[in-house]
């Protein structure tokens, strides 16, 4: 098999990463998240129509009444509706929606349920997933450290800070909605890529003690060129998946799907460029990788 020179291609991604890093963290300045009601409290309304519910009528018909910036999507199935109005509505409010919903359709509409969500519900939840990417981030720096080497956790770390970063930013400037589900993606696309990221480097520490005369960029690169074929398919298996669910699953995960979507697509470039380019900035050698010999074993048994 021929080597691929990835790591050649090192300073021209170390750029790349440098200028979406600072496009994401500036749109996350400027623009913000677009917080989903499980983050900013509103009223949750669920309704069940007797015949296929329209859509676009039952929009056209909440904003005709007054119900600014409300979220009409499919629940389940083609007669289910879920409808989430944004916070300044009252569960009374709500409950008056359905009278609106009711004279403007032939059939009959259920109430299912309706739930108010407090604006102090949604602060704890956004400090809690916080908290839980953090320690997630803190956990797997302890793993690689204690698995690998400090060095490779360093490294692991940057390549997840990237992936979190990015995938954030790509919310923020499309727009797109931040809720519970998008938050489970991130969680999601942080465990894929550590897995990624720790199939590369157990390869590197191999390479390294096998090959002892070869210099680390040119172990990195026959790590990463092994590795390739699996990365690939893992990568694209998943990726058909998750297209499908973007596709086909509705509006409820499609968020999540992106989510994973990007996730998965940044997360197969970081564990190539950024986690095994923090490995050779941080000057990576066969030495951090020597297995220790005990005091007084001998290193070569001489026995016949």
Do not use: C
Not at 49 to 65: F, W
Not at 116 to 127: A, I, N, S
Request: aromatic fraction near 8%; proline fraction near 1%.
């Amino acid at each position: 098999m021929n080597t691929i020179n990835f790591m050649g291609q090192r300073k021209l991604a170390m750029l790349l990463s440098g200028l979406l890093l600072l496009a994401s963290v500036a749109s996350l300045a400027v623009k913000q998240l677009n917080w989903g009601l499980d983050f900013t409290g509103g009223t949750l309304v669920e309704v069940h129509y007797s015949e296929t519910a329209n859509l676009n009528a039952i929009r056209g018909t909440l904003e005709k009444e007054g119900y600014a910036g409300a979220i009409v999507v499919s629940f389940g199935t083609d007669r289910d509706v879920l409808i989430r109005l944004s916070q300044g509505y009252s569960d009374k409010q709500g409950a008056e929606l359905l009278v609106k919903l009711q004279e403007a359709f032939a059939g009959s509409v259920e109430l299912r349920r309706i739930e108010f969500v407090g604006p102090q519900v949604g602060d704890e939840l956004r400090e809690q997933g916080g908290l839980a990417m953090l320690l997630a981030l803190g956990l797997v720096m302890l793993y690689i450290a204690f698995r690998f080497q400090f060095k490779f956790a360093v490294g692991a770390v940057v390549a997840l800070i990237h992936d979190v970063l990015l995938t954030l930013g790509f919310f923020s400037v499309t727009g797109m909605e931040f809720d519970l589900t998008v938050l489970a993606a991130l969680l999601a696309v942080i465990g894929y890529s550590l897995n990624d990221t720790i199939v590369v480097s157990d390869r590197i520490r191999e390479n390294f003690r096998k090959i002892r005369r070869a210099e680390p960029v040119e172990v990195i690169n026959i790590s990463l060129t092994e590795t390739l074929g699996r990365t690939l398919v893992t990568s694209l298996t998943t990726l058909l998946v998750l297209s499908a669910l973007a596709l086909f699953g509705g509006e409820m995960i499609y968020g999540f799907a992106i989510a994973l979507i990007v996730g998965v697509m940044i997360g197969t470039y970081s564990s190539i460029y950024v986690a095994a380019n923090a490995l050779l900035m941080m000057g990576v050698s066969k030495e951090d990788l020597m297995i220790p010999v005990k005091e007084g074993a001998d290193q070569e048994d001489l026995t016949p």
